[in-house]
């Protein structure tokens, strides 16, 4: 059967209670959703939180990797984690649009229950709305998530000085490159696929050395140059990074070098960046590799006294400006 959504799932009368019950509830329904209430209730054993909220308008809505589904769950995870946080819960608002197969959605819900689950997130508050055909692309996801601050994160980019590491935690421009492939129709034997997976193991596990780590952030809209111009803007220290060292998936260099695209520019979903002290750099690059997520962590670069500037230092020895392209180079990938 050919099932899709109508707009009367979203009207509040019997097919509404059937797709709540039946798609949602069915998968997230046994901890703080069960009963429907308005607002979650919630048991904090801290008063240091961190909260955080994004939207998710991918297009296509699956791709190499993954969909939108796990995507949501990731991004927001990751943006907690980042912060030097556990993330605990999120909430998830999903907009669908007439007509989006049912089936889809399925498959969009059981990528959400899966990543929630493999992060250690409980879903707990959310909502549905349907919207006619033609405003909306399929289905938009929100997701807002609260996290509970490990001990001894202390990060910000005042206590970043010169001779820090700049670390990664695995390839970058994956995401974009896995999503482009599918977007454009372009049919690569062994090409790129998407990142999309949590950090916040990578963030725990190196909690006991939290005290020389600087800042951490993940590259994501306008990828790894776009977060390191960030980090410099009004700073009184610069960054350069190693051509030689930056790790590139070999589908993810094919198609770039194919499309004339710089992967410093392109989304990653599943990667962290880390600014940190010398002393810890090695441990910590060591501890992330012991990872499934962090096998491919690399040292690409170091903290200069040239004020606000990225210089990539070439394989042959030259140095140029990494800067932000004006415009985005990839709609529509997270």
Known sequence: MNERILLSHGGGGRLSHQL????????????PLHGLPDAASLLLDTTRIRFSTDGFVVHPLEFPGGNIGDLAVHGTV????????????????????????????????????????????????????????????????????????IPGFSLGLGQVVAGDRILVSGTLGDHGMAVLSVREGLKIENGPVSDSRPVHRLVAGVAAMAAEIRFMRDPTRGGLATVLNEMTVG??????IRACDLPFSPG?????????????HVA???????????NVSDAILARWRELPEGREAREIGTVIRQSGRVILETVIGGHRVVDVPSGELLPRIC
């Open 20 to 31: 709540i019950q039946t798609e949602i509830l069915s998968r997230f329904g046994h901890g």
């Open 268 to 278: 990653s979903e599943g990667c962290l960046v880390m600014i940190c002290s010398p």
């Open 235 to 240: 700073q009184p220290f610069g960054i350069l």
């Open 252 to 264: 993810g260099r094919a198609l770039a070098e194919m499309l004339g695209l710089d992967l410093l």
């Open 78 to 149: 990751n943006d907690l984690a980042v912060t030097g946080a556990h993330p605990r819960w999120l909430s998830l608002g999903l907009i669908l649009e007439e007509g989006l197969p049912l089936v889809l959605l399925r498959r969009v819900l059981d990528a959400i229950q899966t990543a929630a689950q493999n992060c250690g997130v409980v879903i707990a508050t959310g909502d549905t709305k349907v919207v006619r055909r033609g405003q909306c692309d399929g289905l938009y996801i929100t997701t807002s998530g609260i996290g509970e601050a």
